[in-house]
């Protein structure tokens, strides 16, 4: 069991058009990610769901979205993580 709330990786970064995004839970909570683009408009919801402690990997097919950089969200009731994506076509 994982003993923090954490994005752990994002692979690869640069992408095109797939990227695996890994993070980690210590406990049982609500978890929301989403994708952004640099004008703060959401892009793509990929998780939004109570989830049990432990490790997750999701994946992120931005087929029809514009190069350029996007920002994955992550967030329970009381933290909020975030990285930097760049989709290079």
């Known amino acids: 069991i994982p003993d923090q709330f954490s994005i752990n990786n994002i692979y690869p970064n ?3 058009p797939v990227v695996a995004i890994t993070y980690s839970t210590p406990i049982s909570q609500y978890i929301e990610g989403h994708i952004y683009n640099l004008s703060g408009a959401q892009v ?11 490790n ?3 994946k992120w ?3 029809g979205k514009p190069s350029g950089i996007y920002i994955f969200i992550l967030k329970t009731e009381s933290e909020v993580k975030s990285q930097k994506l760049v989709l290079l076509k």
């Open 61 to 63: 097919n931005a087929t």
């Open 14 to 16: 640069p992408f095109n």
């Open 44 to 54: 793509s919801t990929l998780v939004s769901q109570n989830q049990p402690a432990g």
């Open 56 to 58: 997750y990997s999701i």
